[in-house]
């Protein structure tokens, strides 16, 4: 099931939004605020974002843009009564996927979701499938050959963030950012740490390698 998150100050239009999509085949968590919103995002993971623009203490637009700084595949989508040309254009500039103007059309918002989360390449599974290889996101669960490879869950969500962008680099600082948050008193060498565990554990497949990209962080490369 794919977990949207909805951030919307009107109490009673984020109910009604999130309700929606809970009986439309999405766990839907509504949010507030900016504030409420990276709390739900530090403490777990989410596929898609919903967000207003016009907020207190932090926008949709600071809030769109920090989100993009942690997360850059992440589909935003803004839901706001703002139409105008230049309220869109600086929300697409800043990184966001789509723009919808209130009054919402619920059933129209689901059909925008469907088209973001295809073309984020996920709408179809949270499970890869790599040769012998499979990554199950919703039990978080990895098998090779069928032989369970004992994980925790950071461990799993590391590998399954680079397997799902095979090729793509990533720093030690998106790592850490992502998957310990960004306010982790913690070094970005932990990263490494995790590395070696990986590629201990991964060790017996020949599907893929985790490379180290000198001076920058690593990536997953299919053999």
């Known amino acids: 099931m ?17 309700s929606f999509l809970s009986g439309n085949g999405y766990e839907a968590v509504g949010c507030q605020g900016a504030g409420e919103a990276y709390d739900a995002m530090y403490s777990g993971t989410f596929d898609l974002i919903i967000s207003d623009i016009m907020m207190p203490d932090i926008d949709g637009y600071e809030f769109a843009k920090t989100v ?15 139409d105008d040309f230049a ?13 919808m103007v209130k009054p919402i059309d619920l059933d129209e918002l689901v059909l925008h979701i469907g088209a973001l989360l295809r073309r984020a ?11 012998r290889l499979s990554l199950d996101m919703d039990k978080r669960a990895a098998t090779y050959d069928g032989d369970e490879i004992p994980l925790t869950a950071r461990e ?9 962008y095979p090729g793509k680099a990533f720093t030690r600082t998106q790592l850490m950012d992502e998957f310990w948050g960004v306010e982790t008193l913690t070094s970005p060498r932990a990263v490494d740490v995790y590395m070696t565990k990986l590629r201990g554990k991964f060790g017996m497949c020949s599907e893929f390698e985790i490379k180290t990209v000198h001076g920058l962080g690593y990536k997953a490369v299919l053999k």
């Open 2 to 18: 794919f977990k949207i998150l909805v951030v919307e100050d009107d109490r009673d239009l984020c109910r009604t939004i999130c």
């Open 68 to 82: 993009r700084e942690i997360n850059e595949e992440i589909p935003i989508l803004f839901a706001t009564a703002r």
């Open 87 to 99: 309220s869109k254009q600086r929300g697409y500039r800043i990184g966001i996927d789509d723009y």
């Open 121 to 131: 390449g996920i709408a179809s599974s949270h499970r890869l499938d790599i040769g």
């Open 156 to 164: 799993f969500n590391i590998m399954f963030k680079l397997l799902s």
